[in-house]
Structure formats: C-alpha cells, structure tokens
C-alpha cells in the first residue's frame, strides 16, 4: 500500500510541507482550545474555541489515516505501538490525573474534574471514550484503530484470505470496538477517509478555491450541522484541510516552516501541554489586573505552552529519556529538519511516517455537547 500520490519531484517538493502545516496550525488551535478562558471576552473566546472543535481534530484524524501503513512484521507492529503510543499515553495520562488532583487541592478550577476513585482511574485509562479526560482521547483512539487494522492486516497474512480481506476485517473490528464502547463511531470515518484517499493514491487536498467555496457553502446552507457528527462535517473538515494545505504555499518563508517544525512535534506538545495549562492557571488573577478581557492571558498561556513543550522533548532527548518512554532516541524535531513526507518520499513510502504518532493534537469531541477539555 502507498500511503501518497506519486508525483513530479517538483510537485512533491510543493507539496511536502502541507500535512506538517495543517498539523502545525491544529496544535495551537488545540493549545488555546483547552484554557480555561477567562476575563470580559471570555465568552467570546469559547464560542471561537466551538468553531475550532468543528474541524481541528477531524484533520489530525484524516492526515494521520491518510499516512498510515499496516504492513510489516506483527510482532514488531505491535511491539511498535506499544513503544510510541500506548506508553507515553499511559504515562501522561497518568501525570495529568495526578495534576487534576492537585489542581482541587490547590482550589483551581479545571474543565475536567479530577479522579474520584481507584476505579475511575482505571476506566479513565482503558475506557477513555466513555470516561476521557483532556486531550488523551485521541491518542486512545489512534491505539485502538492502529491495533484492528494491524490485527486486520495479521488475520489477511496468516490466513491467507482473498486481496483486500482486511479493510472488510478492520471495518468488522472497528464496528465491534464502537459497539463495546471503546471508540467514538464519529471519530472513525476521518481516519478511513484519509485512508481511502492514500489507498487510491489522491493527493492530501490542497486548494483555496475548493476549500473555501466548500467553506463558504456549507456556512449558508447548513451551518448548524457542523457542531455534530454529520455528512455535512465530513465535507467541512475536508473544506478546512483543503485551505490551510494551500495556505502553507500562500504563506511561505518563515511563517510555513515555522507552524511546519510545529507539525512535526504535535506529540510532544499534546501529551504535555495539559501540564503548562494547569501550572499557568494560577497566573490568571495577575493577567486580569493587566489586561481585563483575558486575551492576553490566553497568548501567552498559548506560545510559553508550546514553548515548554519543545523544550521537555529537547530534554528528554538529551537525557536520554526518549528512548525509554517513546522507544527512539530522538522525539524533538529541529526547526531545520526535512519535513516527515519528504522523508517518506525519499524512503519510497516503505516508512510509516509518525504522523498519528507526533500527531496527536486532542480537544475535538463528537459534539459541542460534549467536549473534554484539557484545562
């Protein structure tokens, strides 16, 4: 399976910058979609922040289905998902449970109560669609979707089932997964879409014309439908995809490469920002007496957030701890190095690209009804 359209190498080097872009973008949308707003504009600044769910997270979920590969070794696949997912979400899941705890001792207020026994522990880690917490589901969901398609994959190889047995498979596993409570069924679709796009091998779509005329439509037909899992939504992430991958050519120079390394580092930043969140919190008061509307608090709760987050992922690499929690010796992507689909090209595309792995921007949720926040 190719996970990208084969070009021209010059269409390629056009191109490569994109999924890094978006995902870039959707991180610091993800950063400030998860404060706990404050001050006059306070309720402007949510309101904005129930625009940004509408779309943010279904790109992370099409760009991560779109540059996922589920051939290979079994053993070494699961032993893989294990290393760069389901230890790191373990882990921070569980520090962030411990930051809730000390948040209500402190008397901060959080967007998401803290753990209330042994058990909610438990099912907050391992039933995460039905009890989440923070930014966490998305990695979750990632685990869960990963293993039925590698199981998938296995079940096709060992069996020796008919071309194309396991898409029918994962589908029947992922159904039965949504069934049982460990998937959101409106997270699912995003990510087959991506895939089906990588299957037949169409570009990731990068035009602002489409993209805003697909934007411009849907806000006068059927604005309302886009805060709820619907066909309509579906368009609209694809409309929200299409326009930042354009505006990543628009932009150029330093303001694309710049959200471009963002891009690359989204793990790092969605499995520690809901960290800087909640140690920043009690700075509201003193950014109230400056700035009454709460917009200053936010920038600056936002760039040091993402700021602190690039500089635990230098030090983990430094201190070697990288390997021990991610299973690579480097999770911290310098802002001069290549971007991850011009390796992938480079490869032949016999790499999959960490893009559901450093991926893993969080805060989107089934509906506006029902957001999980991460401060």
Request: charged share 10%; aromatic share 14%.
């Amino acid at each position: 399976m190719t996970p990208f359209h084969t070009e021209t190498p010059a269409g390629i080097a056009a191109r490569q910058a994109a999924p890094d872009f978006v995902r870039g973008v959707a991180i610091v949308l993800m950063v400030y979609g998860h404060l706990t707003h404050i001050g006059s504009m306070a309720a402007v600044q949510n309101e904005l922040v129930s625009w940004i769910y509408t779309f943010h997270m279904p790109a992370f979920l099409f760009i991560s289905g779109y540059f996922f590969k589920v051939d290979g070794d079994f053993k070494d696949r699961i032993v893989r998902l294990g290393r760069r997912l389901v230890i790191p979400y373990l882990l921070f899941v569980t520090i962030y449970l411990l930051g809730l705890l000390a948040a209500r001792d402190l008397g901060l207020h959080s967007n998401n109560p803290p753990p209330s026994s042994t058990i909610e522990i438990f099912q907050i880690l391992f039933l995460h669609a039905q009890h989440p917490r923070g930014a966490y589901w998305f990695i979750y969901t990632l685990i869960v979707v990963q293993f039925c398609f590698i199981c998938a994959w296995f079940a096709n190889v060992r069996f020796y089932l008919p071309a194309g047995s396991w898409i029918v498979i994962a589908v029947v596993l992922l159904a039965l997964a949504c069934h049982a409570g460990l998937l959101w069924f409106s997270a699912v679709p995003y990510f087959l879409l991506g895939m089906t796009f990588a299957l037949n091998r169409a570009p990731i779509p990068a035009s602002f014309g489409v993209g805003l005329f697909g934007i411009i439509s849907i806000l006068l037909v059927a604005p309302s439908e886009i805060f709820s899992f619907s066909f309509i939504k579906i368009a609209w992430c694809l409309a929200a995809v299409a326009t930042l991958a354009a505006l990543s050519s628009v932009v150029g120079g330093h303001a694309a490469r710049f959200f471009a390394w963002l891009g690359r580092n989204t793990l790092i930043i969605l499995l520690c920002h809901s960290l800087f969140v909640l140690l920043m919190k009690p700075l509201g008061k003193l950014f109230l007496l400056v700035d009454p509307t709460g917009i200053l608090y936010a920038v600056v709760v936002t760039v040091v957030t993402v700021i602190g987050c690039l500089a635990v992922a230098a030090f983990f690499d430094r201190a070697g701890l990288s390997e021990w929690i991610f299973g690579t010796m480097q999770i911290y992507s310098p802002h001069n190095k290549t971007s991850s689909v011009a390796k992938l090209t480079r490869s032949g595309g016999n790499e999959m690209i960490d893009v559901q792995e450093e991926g893993k921007n969080a805060g989107w949720q089934p509906s506006r009804d029902s957001t999980s926040r991460a401060g």
